[in-house]
């Protein structure tokens, strides 16, 4: 799947948690800022996206092929990574919020 694929889904996640202490980020390697914020409108995109330019984040979290899903707790350590969102997303953040 690609990461435009994945839009609505990831918006129905934002839906889905919005009453949670979450928070859903996307987050850019490739493209530039202009790209980023016309995708934003014409897909509707209810979650802020970081830009990566330099690549920090992905080389913090060892990105090597988009798109990912990934969790990462409030201590910055990853607690999912996949190449799609589990069946049970919301099931699982709400388990993993109970950890905490």
Known sequence: ?????????????????????????????????RQVERAQQRHGLRFEILMDTAGVFARRYGIYGLPQVMVIDKQGRLRYRDYGPPANMVTA????????
Do not use: H, S, W, Y
């Not at 435009?4 to 980020?25: G, K, M, T």
């Not at 953040?93 to 905490?100: N, Y």
């Open 1 to 33: 799947m690609r990461c435009r694929e994945e839009f609505p889904l990831i918006n129905q996640l934002v839906a889905a948690v919005e009453a949670l202490p979450i928070r859903v980020l996307g987050v850019n390697l490739q493209e530039g800022l």
């Open 93 to 100: 953040l709400k388990a993993l919020l109970a950890e905490e």
